[in-house]
């Protein structure tokens, strides 16, 4: 709604329903099953390895398929974090591309990157078990919970 001030954590929670729902809204039960245990593994990777090495992973995973219509996990979650942090964090860096900007940016950018990249993995992980879990993968993306539990929708 124009007009309506955001704080930066429901600008952030917008964006990643925006992701999730993308998701959820294909046909393809594999995808939805595979994007969601991604991003709920995804954390503990950018803790173990770096922001940077963990893009990279999904980067190399990605097959060159990035585009946000791609049916490939690893780079549908690529594509997600790098809109999402080339809007937030990177915006004056003059790349387009999350792993470009991290190698010419600063080590103090880089830490908020990371912040950055683990706040929106929270709520992309949240909506993906919300809306793309086993118990509701068969449910039509316009179909209510209640409806999927066999209750009154």
Not at 35 to 52: H, I, N, T, W
Not at 104 to 109: D, L, R
Not at 126 to 135: D, G, H
Request: hydrophobic share 35%; with cysteine.
């Amino acid at each position: 709604m124009p007009g309506i001030q955001q704080t930066y954590e429901q600008k952030r929670a917008q964006a990643a329903w925006e992701c999730v729902k993308q998701v959820r809204d294909r046909p393809d039960g594999k995808l939805k099953r595979s994007y969601s245990s991604l991003v709920r593994s995804f954390p503990a990777l950018v803790q173990g390895s770096g922001l940077g090495q963990a893009l990279a992973f999904l980067f190399a995973k990605s097959e060159g398929k990035l585009e946000l219509d791609s049916s490939n996990t690893y780079g549908l979650l690529y594509s997600h974090l790098n809109g999402w942090l080339m809007k937030q964090v990177f915006t004056s860096s003059g790349n387009n591309d999350v792993l470009q900007a991290i190698m010419t940016g600063s080590s103090s950018t880089y830490r908020w990157a990371t912040i950055e990249a683990l706040a929106y993995c929270t709520w992309l992980k949240r909506f993906a078990e919300a809306e793309l879990s086993p118990l509701y993968g068969a449910v039509s993306a316009g179909a209510t919970r209640d409806s999927a539990k066999g209750g009154v929708g």
